[in-house]
Each structure stands twice: as C-alpha cells, then as structure tokens.
C-alpha cells in the first residue's frame, strides 16, 4: 500500500481550513433556516407541529441511519470530490426549496439535503485534519467544532432578517447562494488529484459491510464519536429547557443569546488546550467534570438568577469543550486519514442519535421531577462521557507502550 505523506508537516494551509469551516457552516445551515422559519412553515403549508417538525429533523435522520457507511463511501469516492458534489447537490436542493413546492417535494428536498450535510460533515474534518501541521491541529479541530453552533449565529441573525423582509422563498435562495459559492470557490482552490484529497485503496475495502463492522469494533472510532455522543444528548436540551428555568423575563432573553455564545467559545478553548497544554482525552475529562459540578450547583441557585445564569453558562461552556476535545482526539487516536474519515461518519450517526433522544428524555425529566430531573439526566450522561473519556486515555497510553 502506497502512503502519501503530507507536506504539511510544518506549516498549515489556513485559508483552506478557514474554506472547508465554511463548507461545514453552510450545511449546519441546512437545519439552521428551518428552525428559524419553523412558524412560517406551519402557517404557509397548514400541515401541523408534528409534520413542520418533522421537516427540520429529517435531514438528520439521513447521519442517523447513514453514518458509517458514509464514512466508507466518501473514503472511496475521494475526500475533494465527494465534498464538492455534496455541496454543490446541498445548493440545488435550496434552490428547489425556495420555488416554494408542495409540502411533499419540499420533504424530499430535505431528505436529498440531509445526504449533502453528512457528505461534508464526513469529508470536510478529515481534510482539515490532513492540511493541518501537527502543531496546529488541536487548533483546527476545535475551530471545526464551532461549526454548528457559528451557523446558528448567522442565521439568527442574517436569515432572520432575510426572512422578515423578504420571506421564506428569498433566505432558501440565499442559502442556495452561499452553499453554492463556497462549493464553487472549494472546486478551483482545492487542487485536483492531490493525493492528500484521495483515499488510500486497499483489500480491506472490497468488502462494504465487512469495513463498517470494523468500525463499529474499533476503538479508534467508537471511543470519540460516543463521548460525543453523551454531549449530543444534553446540548440541545440545555439551550432548550435551561433558560426555561428563569422567571425573569430580560435575564430569560440574555441566557438564550449568550448560552450558544458560550458554547462556541468553548469549543475554541478545547482546541487551544488540546494542542498546548493537555491531551484532548484529559480535556475531556475535565469539561464532563465540569458540567457535573455546574449542574449540582444548578440546584442550589434557583432562587438567585443571576448566579444559575453564571453558572449554567459555565456548563454549557464546558458543553462546548466536549465538541473541541472530541474532535481533537480524532486524529490523535487515527491511525491514518480512512480511519478519520469512518471516525466522522460514525460520529454524524451517534451526534444525530443523541440529538433524537436527549430532548424528548429532558422533557419528561423535567415534568416528572422539575429541575432535580434534568440535573439527575446530565449527571447520568456526565458520568458515561466522562468514563468513555478516561478509556480513551487508558486506551492511548496502552496504544504508545505498545
């Protein structure tokens, strides 16, 4: 098996890496604009709550069901093209979508879309990672984990306006714009038949379903994608149902914008510590450790709700650095970029299902037992992150005495 080694083992190709950060934005933006036009959906095509639900989340059933194979498939496609057809595919989608069709085709659109998001979700990270010094890739990996969150941001604020001056049919076509410019600007910057952008074929893959059972057996891929896994399952809950909690109107408003803010941030400071102060496993550790504390401390402040709106943005805080850390840890753990890439795929599967089970689960948790529920909930899945969290530390240290 031939192994290309990267050139990049000195310096980072950054405008690249800032690129394909934005190639990740613009599909979280997939999810993004029907959040936001959650309630001109429901009025424009009269189909009821659960169906105009339904719409948002089905673009992440496609990772839920998908995943790993996706992992397989981009590794064989080859990481350039699989990412620009995935985006360029992502466009026209939006561009149907903002033509306004039955509510029928527009499901379909959003289904098609959700094969677009895990393209890139499964292509773009394992690029980064290959055009990032060593250096510097704790650094990039953490940048890419503020993808979701950064798209969110924009859309509230620029979708947002889009949307009420000009209506839904204008901030699909914007998003077909902006999805299809960067796919347009990857295509010409991104060089063709790089060795970096292509997998390295071996016997291993003839066999599809052989290779997706590896992984599910590998602890280099199941170890990241399920810490963050028990991250997913608290993360949207946590902007959900914790400003909820707040009585006072203006500090309920202040939570809710600052608590994604937070998170961003987050991701930003595991990255930093993974590459230069502790290992991404270590960082871990200490961001689920963390939540724990906040979380209990949650309990204790209900009455006070400037200190519960301190604290509960230090634990969405801490949130975040489980994203940074888990990135981090991927190409730390790696043996090679197939590796990565089945890695990413596997966690756009096991993210997706902590997105499907953690809200529904908070919400019985919180009518059956009020705050003490969703604090027990986040203890739970603290102490099963932070376990998987020192496995993989265990796991690492074996792996170099080896």
């Given at each position: 098996?031939t192994v290309h080694?990267?050139p990049?083992?000195?310096?980072?190709a950054?405008?690249?890496?800032?690129?394909?950060?934005a190639?990740?934005?613009s599909?979280?933006?997939?999810?993004?604009k029907?959040?936001i036009?959650?309630d001109?959906?429901?009025?424009?095509?009269q189909e009821?709550?659960?169906?105009?639900?339904?719409?948002?989340?089905?673009?992440?059933?496609i990772?839920?069901?998908?995943?790993?194979?996706?992992?397989?498939?981009v590794?064989?496609?080859?990481?350039?093209?699989?990412?620009?057809?995935?985006?360029?595919?992502?466009?026209?989608?939006?561009f149907?979508?903002?033509l306004?069709?039955n509510f029928e085709?527009?499901?379909?659109?959003r289904?098609?879309e959700?094969?677009s998001?895990?393209?890139?979700?499964?292509?773009a990270p394992?690029?980064i990672a290959?055009?990032?010094?060593?250096?510097?890739?704790?650094i990039?990996?953490?940048?890419?984990g503020t993808?979701?969150?950064?798209?969110?941001?924009?859309?509230g604020?620029?979708?947002?306006?889009?949307?009420?001056h000009?209506?839904?049919?204008?901030?699909f076509?914007s998003?077909?714009?902006f999805?299809?410019?960067?796919?347009?600007?990857?295509?010409?910057?991104?060089e063709?038949?790089?060795p970096?952008y292509e997998?390295?074929t071996?016997?291993?893959?003839?066999?599809?379903?052989?290779?997706?059972?590896?992984v599910?057996?590998?602890p280099?891929?199941?170890?990241?994608?399920?810490?963050?896994?028990?991250?997913?399952?608290m993360?949207?809950?946590?902007?959900?149902?914790?400003p909820r909690?707040?009585?006072?109107?203006?500090?309920r408003?202040?939570?809710r914008?600052c608590?994604?803010?937070?998170?961003i941030a987050?991701?930003?400071?595991?990255g930093?510590?993974?590459?230069?102060?502790?290992?991404?496993?270590n960082v871990a550790?200490?961001a689920?450790?963390?939540i724990?504390?906040?979380?209990?401390?949650?309990?204790?402040?209900?009455?006070?709700p400037?200190?519960f709106?301190v604290?509960?943005?230090v634990?969405v805080?801490?949130?975040?650095m489980?994203?940074?850390a888990?990135?981090?840890?991927?190409?730390?753990l790696?043996?090679?970029?197939n590796?990565?890439a089945?890695?990413?795929?596997?966690?756009a599967?096991l993210g997706?299902?902590?997105s499907?089970?953690g809200?529904?689960s908070?919400?019985t948790?919180?009518?059956l037992?009020?705050v003490?529920?969703?604090i027990?909930?986040?203890?739970?899945f603290?102490?099963?992150?932070?376990s998987?969290?020192?496995?993989?530390?265990?796991?690492k240290?074996n792996?170099?005495?080896?």
């Open positions: 098996m080694t990267s990049y083992d000195t310096k980072t950054w405008l690249e890496v800032m690129l394909l950060w190639a990740g934005i599909v979280a933006m997939q999810f993004a029907f959040s036009s959650y001109a959906l429901l009025a424009y095509y009821g709550a659960t169906l105009t639900g339904a719409a948002i989340s089905v673009v992440g059933v990772g839920l069901i998908f995943g790993v194979s996706a992992g397989v498939v590794g064989r496609v080859g990481y350039r093209r699989a990412l620009i057809g995935a985006l360029a595919l992502g466009s026209v989608m939006s149907l979508e903002a306004m069709p085709l527009m499901m379909v659109c289904v098609i959700g094969f998001q895990l393209g890139v979700v499964v292509a394992t690029m290959r055009l990032s010094a060593p250096q510097h890739r704790s990039t990996m953490g940048l890419w993808f979701f969150g950064v798209a969110f941001a924009m859309t604020l620029f979708g947002d306006m889009i949307l009420r000009y209506g839904m049919g204008s901030l076509f998003h077909g714009l999805i299809g410019g960067v796919a347009c600007v990857l295509y010409f910057r991104l063709r038949n790089n970096l997998n390295q071996s016997t291993a893959q003839n066999k599809m379903l052989a290779q997706m059972s590896q599910y057996r590998n280099r891929n199941i170890l990241p994608a399920a810490i963050f896994l028990f991250y997913t399952c993360f949207v809950s946590l902007l959900t149902y914790v909690l707040i009585e006072d109107e203006h500090l408003s202040v939570i914008t608590l994604p803010l937070m998170s987050g991701t930003f400071l595991a930093t510590l993974s590459q230069y102060v502790m290992r991404p496993q550790i200490m689920y450790f963390l724990a504390t906040s979380a209990v401390a949650l309990n204790f402040l209900v009455a006070t400037v200190l709106c604290v509960a943005g634990m805080l801490s949130a975040g489980v994203t940074g888990a990135m981090s840890m991927i190409p730390a790696a043996r090679n970029p590796e990565q089945q890695t990413y795929g596997l966690v599967q997706n299902l902590g499907t089970i809200p529904p908070f919400a948790m919180l009518s037992f009020g003490q529920g969703l027990s909930l986040v203890l739970i603290c102490v099963c992150g932070g998987l969290s020192i496995l993989a530390k265990r796991f240290n792996s170099a005495s080896l």
